[in-house]
């Protein structure tokens, strides 16, 4: 086929029987090596994955346009098959090999070839063989049916194909053709040496030389060997004699030597014997020492623990005390206060009685006195009325008298007065209307008075009812003043019963405070065990799922596997074992759960933790245990709930308590079970055994019992705290409730006191105002009285004036009038005279009336009133003053003083008591603490005991080390040296005899003392060297065999290879030019060598070779 100018020629050539073919026709058969398939990715031009289509076997060309990719095809399978035997590529180079171009850089490819090998060309027992070769920028492998295996492997699988360093004609790049056609006749001779493999036969029969070479040198040099043997064995040989009289001495040195070492060593091991059975016994002697101390320090503990636990009672105690003492001094101090109150209120009491009993008296005397005064002046008045009246009459009857005498005078005297009637009748009749008019004015005026008379009346009328209203409300004000105050006395007794109640709360909640505080202390002290039984990481883990499980309200974390169970204490140490830190997987109910967490904690980037989902656990059934006495199930001593048995059987079901390690080993290879004691020594299944001491106070399974049952006790105290504090909440909203209707009365007191000083205070007015009042009346009835005389005095002037008006004018008086003016003169001297008379009588009356109600009003119903109050105010006082009240609240507290100093003795009598204890549990600790001081130095002596024990068992050790190692140095022993004639010697004895064995071997110190051994030693290597002679002969012979048929492989191969080619050359000559022939000539220094390759001579040819044409 033609090919383009630029286009390039890959073929692959299978190597024939005897060597290779630098063509391949298209007739091969199917059967024979091919490649199938060509797979590329990331390789120079092609970056995604190409799938060559499967070739057939009689495909040798592939074709393409200009930049189609055939060079990197060509390049993809020589650098699977080509370079495989070349050395490793550098970075550059794989770089080179990676495809670059747009888009992401390429940083790996691969070359996959699907080789043919229906032929089994390929010692492997398939059909296909895929080989690929991936390299990277740091890596470069080789894959063999998609498993990694190395490039000797495949250089080793390739060259039993064919495909080798020696033929590299397998993969003929274009040009090559060309170059081979142009050759000279003796670079084709080279070439079809090279294909022939000749080269290889060259250089091993040159390795066979070269060996042969070296075989003649050892031989000489084996010869001179021998011959300087042979001349020391006969120096050898003289000095036989001297050292067979040696020997004898040295014979008997060692026998000597020997059965002293011998001894010795036996002393050494019967002490060393007697050493261990001592160091057993010390050692059992420290274990039970240490069992000693460890109890001594669970004492030590347990006696702290009760010394924290009573100290601490004691505190709470001497705060109870503090408390009680301080209730009961307030409340002394109270009874003393309350005790002089009812001293001074029964003081005050009496004070009053006795004030009030004068008052009364007082009282009853002012009231006779105001008797005796209103009956002096029921006696007085109508004397004072009978004189006032009779002044009132003669006054009238003068006033009369002096009205007529007066008219009679002005009638005498009208004449001189007028000129005339008419002035007269004017002047009359001016003064007619000026009396008229003050009649008027006098009868408004008896009218106004009339009115208001009547009106005081009316008020006097309603003033009883009104007196006895205020009565009633001060009756009213005074009793809710009383009950308030009795209210205010009760809320008070009250407000003392809720305070002593909270102050006893207080006193509990105080308490309770200090137990969480301890409990809590003691909580951190057990985490903090606990945190230091795992490593940091891990509880930082656990605790960060504690955390998130709370903060993100995930639910089914049930937690540590070690929180989940319970179990006896005397199997903490086995459990633990058996478990290690298995207890710390945290324990869950779905994977999905723990999916979750994970996720969580990889957020959070809190470490690593096992989860142990519920529902993805099945152990499986049970283990066949063992029914015996000596050997218990480790899950049957667990107690948990039932939703968590998977984890516990996942943990626990394939391990067995047992009494002792002989029985765990028993039961370990019968049941296939993890034997475990209690002291945490352990047989596992697999036949291991593991022990040692356990540091029981660093157990973790005591520090979360702790925790736990301290978890339990701080929940309950909260609880209770919680409950107190709702308690004193409810006690203080009670308290302020109390003082706010305590309050409540006391305003209602004062504000009943109040008004009902504001009703005493009306009714004293009242009183007052009647009083006022009645003057006010008598007095008012007094101007009556004199109003209406004035206005009998002017009807009368009017009436002498109308009458004189209707008299003529100038007449003088007549006989009659004069007569009437006489008698009227008489009758009023005699009328002033009794006038003055009555006068004079009723001034000594009023006088006496007025002096009589100025001591009735002004003095005796004053003081009546002044004593009544003071009753009033004694009564108020009275009401105010709770003497009972006092004596009562007196008396509850004698009560309650007596209860509080009854319990401050029994809270003292604790106190001693629990002072006595801890005095007690103080001697004990120091006790127990001198016992674990004495133990511990014991332990210490035992310990230096046990180290000088072992610090001899070791010199003894070393001791028969070293007498093991004379004997051992002394070499072989004659058989005398194990007979029993020296045992009975002693080791002096033997010391004698070795003294006198060396002085005599000193004497023949100049012997050659190895001439026995050397002259064995010569003999042997003497023998050696002739086995290696002989040897090295049968090596030389056998070498040249192989050159010879060597030789004549190389003539074989160089034939075969010959004929072989010229056929092809001949064949496909023909081929390319139809109807000619072409040959190949193989050129000779003495012969012309046919097609069919004859030659003349028979040995050797292939030297004799000049070229080929």
């Known amino acids: 086929q033609v090919l383009g100018a630029k286009e390039e020629r890959a073929v692959l050539c299978q190597p024939a029987c005897g060597g290779s073919l630098l063509l391949r026709a298209e007739r091969s058969l199917c059967s024979q090596m091919h490649i199938r398939q060509v797979v590329i990715e990331g390789f120079k031009c092609y970056k995604q994955r190409i799938e060559a289509e499967p070739f057939s076997p009689r495909h040798n060309v592939i074709v393409g346009a200009n930049g189609s990719g055939k060079s990197n095809f060509f390049a993809a399978i020589q650098f699977v098959l080509g370079d495989v035997t070349a050395g490793a590529l550098r970075t550059e180079e794989r770089k080179q090999l990676l495809h670059e171009g747009a888009g992401a850089h390429v940083m790996s490819a691969y070359v996959e070839i699907y080789l043919d090998n229906s032929d089994g060309r390929l010692p492997v027992e398939r059909e296909e063989v895929v080989l690929k070769r991936a390299i990277g920028l740091k890596k470069d492998e080789y894959f063999l049916d998609r498993k990694h295996v190395t490039k000797n492997e495949v250089v080793n699988l390739l060259e039993s194909a064919g495909f080798s360093r020696s033929n590299p004609y397998n993969i003929v790049p274009q040009g090559k053709v060309n170059s081979l056609t142009l050759m000279k006749d003796e670079q084709r001779l080279e070439l079809l040496k090279e294909v022939a493999g000749t080269r290889t036969y060259g250089e091993r029969r040159e390795e066979s030389l070269k060996i042969m070479t070296e075989t003649a040198a050892r031989r000489e040099k084996i010869g001179e060997l021998l ?16 050292l067979a009289l040696y020997q004898k001495f040295d014979k008997q040195c060692k026998c000597a030597e020997y059965a002293y070492y011998d001894k010795e060593q036996r002393k050494a091991k019967a002490e060393l014997d007697r050493m261990d059975t001592r160091r057993e016994e010390e050692s059992e002697r420290a274990a039970q020492m240490q069992a000693r101390e460890e109890k001594a320090k669970e004492n030590c503990k347990d006696a702290e623990r ?16 503090e408390a009680l003492s301080e209730d009961y001094k307030r409340l002394l101090a109270e009874e003393t206060r309350l005790q002089m109150q009812v001293r001074q209120e029964t003081t005050d009491r009496d004070a009053r009685r006795s004030r009030e009993t004068g008052t009364r008296a007082d009282l009853e005397g002012v009231s006779a006195e105001i008797a005796e005064v209103e009956r002096q002046l029921e006696q007085a008045r109508p004397e004072f009325d009978a004189a006032s009246e009779e002044a009132e009459r003669l006054g009238t009857q003068v006033e009369e008298c002096k009205a007529t005498l007066q008219a009679l005078y002005s009638k005498q005297t009208r004449s001189t007065q007028f000129k005339s009637k008419a002035a007269r009748d004017k002047h009359l009749k001016k003064e007619m209307g000026a009396v008229r008019e003050l009649l008027k004015a006098h009868a408004a005026s008896s009218a106004a008075l009339e009115q208001q008379l009547q009106e005081a009346q009316d008020k006097a009328a309603v003033a009883p009812v009104s007196k006895q209203c205020s009565e009633v409300l001060l009756l009213c004000h005074r009793q809710e003043e009383s009950h308030a105050k009795h209210e205010s006395a009760r809320l008070r007794q009250e407000r003392d019963k809720v305070a002593e109640q909270r102050k006893q709360l ?24 606990m945190r230091q039984s795992m490593s940091r990481s891990q509880w930082e883990s656990v605790s960060a799922v504690k955390r998130i499980a709370a903060e993100k309200g995930i639910r089914g974390v049930h937690g540590m596997l070690i929180e989940l169970f319970t179990v006896n204490e005397q199997f903490y140490t086995a459990v633990e074992v058996a478990a290690a830190n298995q207890l710390f997987q945290v324990v869950v109910d779905t994977d999905e759960t723990a999916a979750l967490m994970l996720r969580e904690l990889q957020k959070a980037n809190a470490g690593r933790v096992t989860f142990m989902p519920l529902n993805r656990l099945n152990p499986g059934r049970d283990p066949d245990y063992p029914q015996t006495e000596d050997a218990i199930p480790m899950l049957s001593k667990l107690k948990f709930d039932a939703y968590v048995r998977p984890a516990m059987v996942q943990v626990f079901r394939k391990c067995l308590i047992v009494c002792s390690l002989e029985v765990g080993a028993r039961y370990s290879k019968s049941h296939d079970l993890d034997c475990i004691t209690l002291d945490g020594d352990q047989v596992s299944r697999k036949g291991a055994l593991s022990g040692g001491y356990v540091d029981l106070r660093r157990s973790r399974l005591r520090a979360q019992s702790e925790m736990a049952a301290l978890s339990r006790k701080i929940e309950a105290g909260e609880k209770l705290s919680d409950q107190l504090q709702r308690e004193l909440d409810q006690v203080d909203q009670t308290v302020t409730d109390l003082l706010g209707a305590l309050k409540q009365h006391d305003v209602a007191q004062r504000s009943a006191a109040a008004k009902a000083e504001q009703e005493a205070a009306e009714l004293r007015r009242c009183a007052s105002t009647a009083s006022s009042d009645a003057a006010q009346q008598e007095k008012a009835r007094a101007t009556l009285r004199a109003l209406q005389k004035d206005a009998a005095s002017d009807t009368r002037r009017l009436e002498a004036l109308e009458g004189e008006l209707a008299s003529a004018f100038g007449e003088e008086l007549s006989s009659e009038e004069v007569q009437q003016r006489e008698h009227l003169q008489e009758q009023m001297r005699e009328k002033n005279k009794r006038l003055v008379a009555t006068q004079r009588k009723k001034l000594e009356a009023q006088q006496r009336l007025g002096s009589l109600e100025t ?52 809270a003292q009598l604790q106190c001693e008591e629990k002072r006595k204890q801890e005095r007690k549990l103080q001697e004990l600790d120091e006790k127990l603490k001198a016992a674990l001081s004495s133990e511990r130095q014991k332990q210490a002596d035992e310990t230096k005991e046990l180290d000088r024990l072992l610090s001899r068992r070791s010199m003894l050790e070393q001791k028969q080390a070293e007498f093991a190692d004379c004997i051992r140095k002394l070499g072989a022993l004659p058989k005398d040296a194990f007979s029993d004639a020296r045992r009975s010697l002693s080791s002096a004895q033997l010391m004698a005899e070795i003294e006198k064995c060396h002085k005599e071997l000193q004497k023949l110190g100049h012997v050659n003392k190895k001439a026995l051994d050397q002259f064995a030693n010569f003999n042997e290597q003497r023998d050696k060297l002739l086995e290696r002679k002989a040897e090295l002969d049968e090596a030389e012979s056998s070498i040249e065999s192989l050159i010879d048929h060597l030789d004549k492989k190389k003539d074989e191969a160089m034939e075969r290879t010959f004929k072989g080619v010229a056929k092809h050359f001949s064949e496909v000559f023909h081929e390319l030019v139809p109807g000619g022939t072409g040959k190949l000539v193989m050129k000779t220094d003495g012969a012309r060598v046919a097609v069919d390759g004859s030659l003349t001579t028979a040995s050797s040819r292939v030297a004799t070779y000049s070229g080929i044409s």
Do not use: F, P
């Open 506 to 529: 207080w006193r509990k909640e105080q308490e309770v405070s200090e137990q969480l505080s301890s409990s809590k202390a003691d909580l951190e002290k057990a985490a903090r065990m």
């Open 855 to 906: 001591e009735l009003h002004e003095n005796l119903k004053t003081r009546q009133l002044q004593l009544q109050e003071s009753l009033e105010q004694i009564s108020v006082d009275a009401s105010h003053a709770s003497c009972d009240a006092a004596a009562d609240s007196l008396v509850a507290l004698q009560d309650k003083l007596a209860a509080t100093k009854e319990t401050l003795g029994g």
């Open 306 to 321: 009760k010394l924290k636990a009573t100290s601490s009672e004691l505190s709470s105690l001497k705060n109870q005390c």
């Open 227 to 242: 011959e300087y043997i042979d001349r020391r064995l006969q120096e050898l040989d003289a000095e036989k004699e001297e």
